[in-house]
């Protein structure tokens, strides 16, 4: 058993895919017009095989609170492993991007956690 697909709710499916691929460097795996939405995932340049990213629409009635109550508790939606968290930090910045959380080493991982722009946290992460 492997991951194939997990999602990150998102408030419009454009912007996430232009900051999912042009800032943070995914790259399109599917875009398959749904009518209302989008079937959009995005993968790791490095593994494009891998697990896939559903850039999945924030409409259902129980998504706002739940994203909300994360974003509130500072608590990331998703987890991406980097080589090294403050060069991506340093290149992130340099692109705009807003962190919540400079990196910090946590027992076996150094961390940094920025918002997507799209209603979500988002933590980096780099193993020791």
Same mark, same amino acid.
């Given at each position: 058993?492997?991951?194939?697909?997990?999602?990150?709710?998102?408030?419009?499916?454009?912007?996430?895919l232009?900051f999912?691929?042009?800032v943070?460097?995914?790259?399109?795996k599917?875009?398959?017009?749904?009518?209302?939405?989008?079937?959009l995932?995005?993968?790791?340049?490095? /593994?494009?095989? !891998?697990a896939?990213?559903? =850039?999945?629409?924030? *409409?259902?009635?129980?998504?706002?609170p739940?994203?909300? #109550?994360?974003v509130?508790?500072?608590?990331?939606?998703?987890?991406?492993?980097?080589? /090294?968290?403050? !060069?991506?930090?340093e290149? =992130?910045r340099?692109l *705009?991007?807003?962190?919540?959380?400079?990196?910090?080493? #946590?027992?076996?991982v150094?961390?940094?956690?920025f918002?997507?722009?799209?209603?979500n946290?988002?933590?980096?992460?780099?193993?020791?």
């Amino acid at each position: 058993m492997r991951i194939y697909i997990t999602s990150v709710f998102v408030d419009d499916q454009q912007k996430a895919l232009d900051f999912y691929t042009g800032v943070l460097g995914f790259t399109t795996k599917h875009d398959v017009d749904l009518g209302a939405a989008r079937w959009l995932t995005v993968v790791s340049p490095e /593994d494009p095989a !891998g697990a896939e990213l559903l =850039l999945e629409p924030d *409409g259902h009635p129980a998504v706002k609170p739940y994203k909300d #109550a994360l974003v509130g508790d500072g608590i990331p939606a998703a987890s991406f492993q980097v080589a /090294d968290v403050y !060069g991506e930090y340093e290149r =992130l910045r340099g692109l *705009g991007v807003r962190f919540t959380q400079q990196p910090m080493e #946590a027992g076996p991982v150094t961390t940094a956690v920025f918002d997507d722009t799209c209603g979500n946290l988002i933590q980096l992460v780099t193993p020791a």
